[in-house]
């Protein structure tokens, strides 16, 4: 069975940077991704990497911001968060999918990670 753990969510003032590290049972995936869920809102794609030919996907409100990554040899996806500012805070979640289609939609995923926190203050 395929596994995500998530590390690297902590407390940050608006400005800061956190790189957040999901650990993969395996990386023979189509795609991986980050999402992220405020409390009471719904779960939105960040950022995610397709296996063929590495393209990055991002969320609008993030690009220039964020930078998705993978460690093939580590089996790891990351996510470089800078300039973080307070509607950044949310459960950051990692996911993988077998299949390449929908980057950033949730629903096109399989296999989830159980998330960390991340909390920007102003």
């Known amino acids: 069975e395929v596994q995500l753990v998530e590390s690297g969510g902590d407390s940050v003032q608006a400005g800061g940077s956190l790189r957040l590290s999901c650990a993969a049972s395996s990386l023979t995936y189509a795609k991986m991704a980050w999402f992220r869920q405020a409390t009471g809102k719904e779960r939105e794609g960040v950022a995610a990497?397709?296996?063929?030919?590495?393209?990055?996907y991002y969320a609008g409100s993030v690009q220039g911001r964020f930078t998705v990554s993978r460690d093939n040899a580590n089996n790891t996806l990351y996510l470089q968060m800078n300039n973080l500012k307070p509607e950044d805070t949310a459960m950051y979640y990692c996911?993988?999918?077998?299949?390449?289609?929908?980057?950033?939609?949730?629903?096109?995923?399989?296999?989830w990670g159980q998330g960390t926190q991340v909390t920007v203050s102003s």
């Open positions: 990497i397709v296996t063929a030919g590495g393209n990055t």
């Open positions: 996911a993988a999918s077998f299949v390449a289609f929908s980057p950033l939609r949730a629903s096109a995923y399989g296999t």
